[in-house]
């Protein structure tokens, strides 16, 4: 089992940053890759960005250049980095591992970006 809690989310202003952190436990030898979600009022749950266990990484095009995914081993914890945030970014924020054919979720940390 894993489990995953974020935090870091808050309220800010357009053009501003934040950054996201989650905390791993568990089976967290058995993670394949980790990422960070957000859904955003009436749609639907969206990828944001992922690390692969190699450290590669992946961003969706809209957060390309802007947020940044990385992690501390030694910490167990996984950080976005989120600069030059819009009031399209708000949503709320959720912490997801990957482990073979299971997911795992963690409770989801609230943003909002004021214009």
């Known amino acids: 089992q894993v489990r995953l809690v974020e935090s870091g989310g808050g309220l800010v202003q357009a053009g501003g940053s934040l950054r996201l952190s989650c905390a791993a436990s568990g089976s967290i030898y058995s993670i394949n890759s980790m990422g960070w979600y957000r859904r955003a009022p009436g749609k639907q749950r969206e990828l944001v960005a992922r690390?692969?266990?190699?450290?590669?990484?992946d961003y969706a095009d809209s957060v390309k250049g802007r947020f940044t995914i990385s992690r501390d081993a030694d910490k167990n914890t996984m950080y976005l980095q989120m600069n030059s945030l819009k009031p399209e970014d708000t949503a709320v924020y959720y912490c997801?591992?990957?482990?073979?054919?299971?997911?795992?979720w963690g409770q989801g940390t609230q943003v909002t970006v004021s214009s």
């Open positions: 690390i692969l266990r190699a450290g590669s990484t």
């Open positions: 997801h591992a990957h482990v073979i054919i299971n997911d795992y």
